[in-house]
């Protein structure tokens, strides 16, 4: 496991390369197994509808601003059902669109935007309401449905830059 | 008034850094004494003018003057002052000021205890802190400035932001102001955010020592021992700023975690790794003379790491839920970035030969040299920097993803969970290892009966008590073991010490000795940690539940009931406070109070769990989704049951004690302890 390699001695040490070969092996198997068990795309709305089939049974990660209204907990059930409207996941297209609040705006109000439902099976997160961006890890189903398997808010007031 | 006086002062720091800087180089060009002392008052001279600045911020704010935008945003009337004072440091701007504050503060500590004329290192580590120094004086003078004030502009409902009269040069002055970002709230801003400041400043200051000592005399690593004070406070305060984070976290965010795995929150862990590394890398070189290597080099990383983490939360270009938003700060901390990172890569590359070991190997077989301290502080050394790579990857591969094929690729908690997981339980069982060997020489008979010994009275015992509290699977009784088994290394040569000196008669307690056993206190928080964190991990239990009043309901062995529902109005929106009694086999064990604020102005509610801790684990409560606010309602929670969590924060507070003893061990000038060194 030392890593100086013994110099002075001029010879060969095997047992350290091979000892090292397999720790290197062993570090980059991990690293590439773990990676690839809990890589998710990250794609729109827009990318999302316009291949559905490509994305079926993957495990995907979409963002989209959260129509107000359409928010509807059931708590016997524990779930939380709601619509996202597609947005940019571009930062120099929202920045110019004039931040992220009015991005989110301009998604919501946006009557041709790419609209899906979502479910969520639990707790509905404080920060879910009308225009905050919410990020979904799930898959895509045959229903046309995304369920939810995590869900991540951003509010767009922290999106404010102070002193503009 | 306090605006121009806060502004001005500001500006006035700024010039001095850079009339330092100068004068500093024309000091050291023209070997000049006087120019030399020169530098050294402007280094002296900042915190009082930052202290002037950061004082008129403060004052801003604690009299709600909401004609400044950054006290409009982050201060409202109702706001307790602690949350007044916080908010000095609740948005970009204010944080930035407050960070050159802190960073002014230890430059003025530094200068005042250093001889410009005397000490060659200075020119060079003044010349690179005044450079950090007026870079985010930049930011928060002319990028985002945290005094720019309202005007109006003659059309209603609009105004012009300024630091100066601008429109009709009538101030315009909301009544209320936003207030926090609810979530801010809380008694953890007051301390978590300055305590990872600390910790990431401190690290400016050994860098400073090391690049000097670099440049100059690169032969010469008598930095390591002038940066010692530095590295061990950077160390304690980025532990304590973690900690502190993830206490906040399990109690106010209430997903009934302690952890994310957020890019933010790994960003400040890497540096964390680093610098436990670099800190094992110096006690190496100081028992075998070897590690030079590793110490030099991680000292480097551990500095640009840091670097890194400031550009994770305050540039918003890696998204994250408590990064600072994008904003026209970014691009110039990418510069900063990439300046410092190539700093590094310079120093690397030029001054190759100061990285080389002076001292020879010693002449032992591949197999004895296995069983060496050295080969395990290396093995140690190896996983932590294997950590931080895969931590750095997770942050990363989103963006490199996105470039090379244009589609983002993100990975989640589990990654982390995965990839580091195993890293760290190795690391656990190289920490039990430690204490049973030595520096360069094999173990003897001893040791390996001892070894055997400690080994086997682990596995015993994890076996009965897995027997007796039905655990599931191999893998939590495998790590339980590597943790049982580090204790009983840990508690052996803290024992065997004691005996040793004992018996050697002395009656005073050396400096070598206090070291000693502030590093073991150190590991056995870290022990206690591991076991808290284990619980959580491993057998955490989550069940949603809905309580009808009076009417108890079991839930992982614990009966609880809810008694009583409290719907109150404030002045910043509604709360809602349950009350629920939790009994244990009849016997009530305590009532905790889970609550529902919900704030107006944010439109936002938080959820604030219920917490009842005792040292088998935490019953935590939330109350979830929309509730009626009649008192007889029925309500649905999610309960969690955290098993062993205490020792988590048990654990911390060892920790923190057996660093602080460290540190001030530090502050006295060391004498050679080579007996102590030896164990």
């Not at chain 2, 950061?54 to 709600?64: M, S, W």
């Not at chain 2, 401190?202 to 670099?214: C, D, H, K, N």
């Not at chain 2, 500095?303 to 270009?317: E, Q």
């Not at chain 2, 005792?614 to 007889?632: A, F, K, W």
Request: with cysteine; glycine share 8%; proline share 4%.
């Amino acid at each position: 496991m030392t890593e100086e390699n013994p110099v002075s001695k001029k010879k060969t040490n095997w047992k350290l390369i091979i000892g090292s070969l397999a720790i290197a092996a062993a570090v980059i198997y991990l690293l590439v197994s773990s990676t690839l068990s809990s890589m998710q795309y990250f794609i729109t709305i827009d990318e999302l509808l316009a291949n559905p089939e490509n994305y079926r049974d993957k495990t995907v990660r979409v963002s989209g601003a959260v129509i107000g209204d359409s928010i509807i907990v059931d708590t016997d059930s524990n779930t939380v059902v709601f619509t996202i409207a597609n947005m940019s996941a571009d930062h120099q297209a929202i920045a110019d669109s004039g931040g992220m609040a009015a991005a989110l705006k301009a998604a919501v109000e946006d009557p041709d935007a790419n609209r899906i439902n979502v479910i969520y099976h639990g707790v509905k997160p404080d920060l879910l309401k009308a225009e905050s961006q919410a990020i979904l890890t799930g898959k895509f189903g045959e229903d046309q449905r995304f369920e939810a398997d995590e869900l991540l808010l951003k509010c767009p007031t922290k999106y404010e830059t102070a002193g503009k | 008034m306090i605006v121009t006086l806060g502004y001005a002062s500001m500006l006035f720091a700024f010039f001095a850094a850079v009339y330092g800087i100068l004068a500093i180089i024309i000091g050291q060009v023209s070997h000049s004494k006087v120019w030399l002392r020169s530098g050294k008052q402007a280094c002296l001279v900042l915190f009082p003018l930052l202290s002037v600045a950061t004082g008129a911020l403060l004052t801003l704010l604690i009299r709600n003057d909401y004609q400044v935008d950054y006290v409009f945003k982050t201060v409202n009337n109702f706001q307790p002052l602690y949350l007044k004072i916080s908010a000095l440091w609740g948005k970009q701007s204010g944080s930035l000021l407050f960070w050159s504050w802190l960073f002014s503060l230890f430059l003025f500590i530094w200068a005042l205890r250093t001889d410009p004329e005397k000490d060659r290192l200075f020119p060079t580590a003044a010349i690179f802190l005044l450079a950090n120094l007026a870079f985010t004086s930049v930011l928060h003078i002319w990028i985002d400035n945290p005094f720019v004030r309202y005007w109006q502009t003659g059309d209603f409902g609009t105004a012009i932001l300024s630091i100066f009269p601008a429109g009709t040069k009538i101030p315009e002055i909301p009544s209320d102001g936003m207030g926090m970002n609810p979530l801010l709230r809380h008694f953890g801003m007051v301390y978590h955010p300055p305590a990872l400041y600390l910790g990431f400043i401190a690290v400016f200051f050994s860098a400073a020592f090391e690049i000097s000592g670099l440049i100059h005399s690169p032969s010469d690593d008598s930095w390591m021992k002038k940066a010692r004070p530095w590295t061990i406070f950077t160390w304690i305060f980025l532990a304590v700023g973690l900690i502190l984070g993830s206490r906040w976290a399990y109690d106010v965010l209430g997903w009934g975690g302690y952890w994310g795995w957020d890019p933010v929150e790994v960003g400040a862990l890497i540096p964390f790794l680093l610098m436990t590394a670099y800190l094992h890398a110096v006690i190496g070189h100081h028992a075998t003379g070897r590690f030079r290597r590793w110490a030099s080099v991680l000292s480097l990383l551990t500095y640009g790491s840091i670097v890194f983490a400031v550009f994770v939360t305050r540039s918003g270009l890696i998204s994250s839920v408590h990064a600072f938003s994008a904003s026209p700060v970014s691009s110039f901390l990418s510069v900063y970035l990439a300046a410092t990172l190539l700093l590094i890569v310079i120093l690397l590359l030029t001054r190759r030969q100061a990285f080389k070991e002076t001292e020879k190997e010693t002449e032992l077989s591949f197999a004895e040299k296995l069983q060496t301290k050295e080969s395990l502080f290396t093995a140690g050394i190896l996983l932590l920097c294997i950590i931080s790579v895969f931590c750095l990857w997770g942050i990363l591969l989103p963006t490199i993803s996105e470039l090379i094929s244009g589609t983002q690729i993100t990975i989640g908690v589990d990654y982390y969970e995965k990839s580091t997981g195993p890293l760290f339980a190795l690391l656990l069982l190289v920490m039990g290892l430690i204490p049973l060997t030595n520096w360069k020489k094999p173990l003897s008979r001893k040791q390996w009966i001892t070894f055997g010994i400690l080994a086997l009275v682990a596995a015993i015992s994890v076996l009965a008590f897995r027997t007796i509290n039905n655990l599931p699977g191999i893998l939590l009784p495998v790590v339980l073991w590597v943790l049982l088994f580090s204790v009983l290394t840990v508690l052996y040569a803290w024992g065997s010490t004691v005996i040793a000196n004992s018996r050697s008669g002395s009656k005073k307690a050396s400096p070598g000795l206090i070291r000693f056993f502030a590093s073991y206190l150190v590991h056995a928080g870290i022990i206690l940690m591991a076991f808290g964190i284990i619980g959580i991990e491993f057998l955490q239990i989550e069940e949603p539940v809905k309580l009808i009043p009076n009417e108890s309901l079991s839930v992982a062995g614990f009966d609880l009931t809810l008694t009583g529902s409290e719907a109150a109005w404030t002045d910043e929106g509604d709360t809602l406070a349950t009350t629920v009694e939790i009994h244990q086999n009849g016997k009530l064990l305590g009532t905790v109070r889970p609550h529902q604020n919900y704030y107006t102005t944010y439109c936002q509610q938080t959820t604030i769990p219920g917490v009842h801790s005792s040292l088998s684990g935490d019953v935590y409560l939330i109350m979830t989704g929309s509730q009626s606010s009649s008192p007889d309602a029925e309500r649905t929670f999610t309960v969690f049951y955290n098993p062993w969590v205490t020792w988590l924060w048990i654990g911390s507070i060892v920790l923190c004690l057996g660093g602080l003893l460290l540190f001030f061990g530090s502050l006295r000038k060391p004498k050679v302890s080579a007996n102590v060194a030896a164990n």
